[in-house]
């Protein structure tokens, strides 16, 4: 029976100590990078900015991989670009006013990365613009850069400056995969929550999400002694479009409606889809005087506005209703909507297509 070779110290060559030390370094470093990412993704379970999240994965790049500078780009779909968002080790205000165009052949190329990284020696001509740009404004030495991407869809890019040190690729790739998936939750839950505050047809806010902002709005106009105006608005005679032209007709009314609204009213005011065919608008430190020139502007608008339906014109005009809380006020929001709401009526009950405040109708009955 053969014997089995005892392994000494003094038996082991020079060449097996040096590779057992290089794969010993090689693994501490993979642990740390391991811990390094458990530390990252133990911070992503919290509520935080998506910057914040998204630093928190580049701090954890940097103790896994040693990379210390490095930058995180997110893809605009609106503008196709690729729009700084964070960084370690730069200026991150200059990050974040760089916006890079890109062209589809470009993302394409982009996207490659993904399978071919630059760590490997490959490269397309998008990452050889791309890497003398940066190496410009960024003065990078050794430019490198992996294409965050979900199912095939490019979202952003991981550009970083190559440590001196033997990186680890499957750190990197794995840093990279939890930058994007951080990104595409970001949007997603970003998407979901606009969702609950928009009205499905208009794009305006709804209901529920204008009572909020107005009780917000009148606790902060009593606080700090502020007025506050609210206009109510009603469409004139819609039921006639909905009868004579059906239901999906109106629906394009309306839509065409509340984009024309949304460009009337000023960006400090809130705009809602309140029920059908009546919409709300919150005025923040507005007094009666100017809620009233406002709604008059947007009454004559409106009569001036018409609408192609079916190859026949359709001429707009509506109803409005103005109602201000003067800060010696103790009402409530509740109140306040339906004393709008009481000077609409008013304003139908005189011919339709004009305004009326609630203080009017007072003086009025008094």
Wanted: charged fraction near 25%; include cysteine; aromatic fraction near 8%.
């Amino acid at each position: 029976m053969p014997t089995k070779k005892k392994i000494t110290p003094e038996s082991v060559t020079t060449s097996e100590r040096a590779e057992n030390a290089a794969l010993n370094e090689r693994m501490a470093t993979l642990n740390q990078g391991l811990l390094s990412l458990y530390h990252a993704s133990a911070e992503l379970q919290f509520s935080k900015p998506l910057t914040a999240l998204l630093k928190s994965i580049l701090r954890g790049l940097k103790s896994g991989t040693g990379i210390s500078r490095a930058v995180i780009f997110i893809k605009e779909e609106a503008s196709f670009s690729l729009a700084g968002c964070v960084a370690i080790g730069l200026n991150e205000k200059k990050i974040q006013d760089m916006n890079i165009l890109l062209t589809v052949d470009e993302e394409t190329d982009l996207l490659k990365t993904c399978q071919t990284p630059a760590f490997s020696g490959q490269s397309t001509p998008a990452q050889d613009r791309l890497a003398k740009l940066f190496e410009q404004e960024l003065e990078f030495k050794n430019v490198e850069m992996v294409a965050l991407e979900i199912r095939d869809h490019l979202i952003g890019l991981m550009v970083y400056e190559k440590a001196p040190a033997l990186l680890h690729q499957e750190i990197l790739i794995i840093f990279s995969r939890q930058a994007a998936l951080t990104i595409e939750n970001a949007r997603l839950f970003a998407k979901v929550e606009e969702m609950a505050i928009r009205d499905t047809l208009t794009g305006l806010y709804n209901r529920r999400y204008f009572h909020q902002i107005l009780d917000y709005e009148l606790n902060r106009a009593k606080r700090y002694h502020q007025s506050l105006s609210l206009i109510f608005i009603d469409l004139d005679h819609f039921k006639e479009i909905n009868d004579q032209f059906g239901h999906s007709v109106g629906d394009q009314f309306l839509k065409q409606i509340a984009q024309k609204l949304s460009s009337l009213f000023r960006t400090t005011d809130l705009v809602a889809r309140y029920a059908g065919d009546e919409f709300v608008a919150i005025l923040p430190a507005t007094a009666g005087e100017g809620a009233m020139i406002l709604a008059k502007r947007i009454q004559e608008a409106l009569g001036n506005y018409q609408i192609m339906v079916r190859g026949r014109t359709l001429q707009v005009s509506v109803s409005i209703g103005v109602d201000t809380y003067e800060s010696s006020e103790g009402i409530g929001g509740v109140t306040l909507i339906d004393r709008a709401d009481k000077a609409m009526y008013e304003a139908k009950a005189h011919g339709r297509n004009c305004v009326r405040s609630y203080q009017e109708v007072q003086k009025a009955l008094a």
